[in-house]
């Protein structure tokens, strides 16, 4: 398993994360089996949010591995807040209630880091750097970050908080590409040269923040996913299948090793529940997919490289 330093950060990160949106919908047993293949694959990054199950998906990962000091130690916990029903809020209360109402339910004493979830128009960052403050010199939160942010959004928050923002999640996926487009085909007057998301992979870098995955096998914003799926993509999947069968790993691994294969040291949010999908992720970690690949599989999902 690849590890990368989160920038700013004393974290040691697998580049696979374990996301926990659905876990609720395991038992206990079969999500405890499936954190412990996590660990024992080399994974030690699992995400959350408050909005996932309502919560209950904190409580059931806690209780389903038993939480305790032992355990915690060999773990990164990530969290997100902002999200309510049909609304978006950064106020101070709701951030620091957020973020106590997510400790309680992982059990554990602080968090690694709490992301923003999604960008609330109506923001006051005087605001959000007061809770940060407060969460930060109590020990509850370690890091922060934030979640489908564009530059500007991300630059505007960072101008009051204190503590450096060192994630930002957005979705990124072989058949969702609008981080990579515009860069690849600039001044071409073509719909994939269209700038839709400011440039967040490059502003990213030059910034220091470690960029994440979410709905690495979706092919839109979750219009299910793009493997097997022989009728939309079907060029892609047999160029995935060649390259995977060359490697002797799953088309689900090649998936995630295009991701990983990126300098930019991008982590992978994986959602499934199930073991052997969760291990085929992790064996994407690492794949040292050459150029001409990497850039094959990307024509192959329908895109130009001039």
């Not at 591995?65 to 032992?70: A, E, F, K, T």
């Not at 564009?150 to 959004?153: C, I, K, N, T």
């Not at 072989?174 to 600039?186: E, F, K, N």
């Not at 991701?259 to 991008?266: E, G, K, L």
């Given at each position: 398993?690849?590890?990368?330093q989160?920038?700013?950060t004393?974290l040691r ?11 609720n919908?395991?038992?206990l ?35 389903a ?6 355990i ?5 916990l ?12 950064f106020?101070k209360?709701?951030?620091l209630t957020s ?26 960052p ?18 922060f970050?934030v979640?489908?942010f564009?530059?500007?959004?991300t630059?505007?928050l ?13 979705q990124?996926s ?13 001044n071409?007057?073509?719909d994939?040269?269209i ?6 992979l490059?502003?990213s ?10 709905s ?6 979750f219009e ?22 060359k ?11 295009w ?8 982590q992978?949010?994986t959602g499934t ?34």
């Open positions: 398993m690849k590890t990368i989160i920038a700013n004393d990160a697998s580049n696979i994360i374990m996301g926990n949106m659905r876990i919908q395991l038992s047993s079969d999500t405890e089996r499936l954190i412990r293949t996590a660990l024992e694959e080399g994974i030690n990054f699992f995400d959350h949010a408050d909005i996932y199950g309502a919560g209950k998906c904190e409580t059931h990962f806690a209780e591995i038993q939480m305790n000091d032992s915690r130690e060999q773990m990164i990530q969290s997100k807040c902002g999200i309510r029903g049909g609304y978006f809020d106020s209360e709701h951030i973020a106590d109402g997510i400790l309680q339910r992982l059990n554990t004493d602080y968090l690694d880091v709490l992301l923003l979830h999604r960008p609330d128009t109506l923001m006051e005087e605001e959000i750097a007061e809770a940060f403050d407060k969460l930060h010199s109590s020990g509850k939160v370690r890091y970050g979640s489908n564009s530059p500007a959004q630059e505007l960072q101008k009051y908080v204190k503590q450096k923002l060192v994630v930002n999640q957005i990124l072989i058949a969702h590409t609008p981080v990579i487009d515009s860069g690849i085909t600039l071409m007057n073509i994939q040269a700038n839709r998301d400011s440039s967040v490059e502003y870098r030059l910034k220091d923040i470690t960029l994440q995955a979410w690495p096998f979706q092919k839109g914003f299910g996913p793009f493997l097997g799926d022989m009728e939309q993509y079907p060029e892609l999947n047999q160029k995935i299948d060649e390259i995977a069968a490697y002797g790993v799953s088309n689900t691994a090649i998936a995630v090793a991701i990983t294969r990126h300098p930019a040291n991008i992978v949010v529940t199930n073991v052997q999908r969760l291990k085929d992720c992790a064996a994407g970690s690492e794949i040292p997919l050459t150029r001409e690949e990497w850039y094959g599989i990307y024509r192959a999902s329908g895109k130009i490289v001039p």
